[in-house]
């Protein structure tokens, strides 16, 4: 059961942020419009919550797109490279995205505890805390971490068994 569902979540976190985000991001835009030129009124909210609703779309998104890996890649040169260096090739990329990661993560968390002693609420509402939005930075970069180091693993494995690396992937995964 635990293992189903480990797995479950391993196919489909990042969808499930991405949908849920896109869909009240247009949910709320959509409603929002036909309000202020149907009726003359629109709430106060709704211009910001969606713009932080974009912080989950896009982080995720960069998580999905990672485990993917669908990300910004030269794979025209890599696949002209020797099959070591190819492999060379992937775990500096690999190194890079942990350094690049970790950066992220650690003034992405201080702008969350910032937000959070601060109790900075979004603006146009009464209740709706800033730093549960800007958490999205911080937990989709650790997911996309993770993301990095199950390719990692993969090419590794590949490598040993001399099996063909993954230079390029499909956009739309799989």
Request: glycine content about 2%; charged content about 15%.
């Amino acid at each position: 059961m635990i293992k189903s569902v480990l797995s479950w979540l391993d196919d489909n976190i990042e969808k499930v942020f991405i949908l849920v985000s896109y869909t009240a991001m247009g949910s709320i835009i959509f409603v929002e419009v036909i309000r202020r030129f149907a009726f003359s009124v629109q709430s106060p909210w709704s211009t910001t919550i969606p713009i932080y609703l974009f912080l989950w779309l896009t982080w995720m998104g960069t998580s999905y797109n990672t485990k993917n890996r669908s990300h910004l890649r030269f794979s025209e040169v890599r696949e002209r490279l020797s099959y070591n260096n190819q492999f060379a090739c992937l775990v500096l990329d690999s190194v890079l995205w942990y350094a690049f990661g970790a950066v992220v993560i650690y003034y992405a968390i201080e702008q969350v505890q910032i937000s959070y002693d601060n109790f900075s609420i979004v603006s146009g509402t009464d209740d709706v805390m800033q730093w549960w939005f800007y958490l999205a930075t911080p937990l989709a970069w650790s997911l996309l971490l993770f993301r990095v180091t199950q390719n990692l693993l993969h090419d590794i494995k590949c490598f040993r068994d001399k099996e063909p690396l993954i230079t390029q992937a499909s956009m739309f995964g799989d």
